[in-house]
């Protein structure tokens, strides 16, 4: 279990990194010779927006795992997969592609 918790945690840690990389431009932090305080810039909003989806996403995640259930924070119900025994930890994955499709794609 811990071994394929790390990988998992891991995992989820590269893919937000990837994310940030390709989604979001790094913000200037250069101050004019006028400005005494840095101005809040759209890009600082958009990541802090994003940490926080991902946060709530890694708490669904860890839920379903400790639940084990496929559940889902969806209002209309989602697709569960029928062989899910494929998986290492089906719950980990379900709630990992109901997390994406909600949170980065709609």
Do not use: W
Not at 94 to 102: D, K
């Amino acid at each position: 279990m811990g071994a394929d918790h790390n990988k998992f945690s891991i995992t989820l840690a590269l893919f937000s990194l990837m994310f940030l990389a390709l989604y979001v431009s790094p913000t200037d932090q250069t101050l004019k010779e006028d400005d005494d305080v840095p101005k809040i810039k759209k890009a600082d909003i958009k990541l802090a927006r994003i940490e926080e989806q991902l946060a709530n996403a890694r708490s669904e995640i860890r839920n379903a795992i400790v639940k084990k259930s496929f559940t889902s924070s969806e209002k209309n119900g989602s697709y569960i997969p029928e062989r899910a025994a494929v998986y290492n930890n089906p719950f980990a994955f379900f709630q990992l592609s109901v997390c994406t499709r909600t949170s980065f794609f709609f």
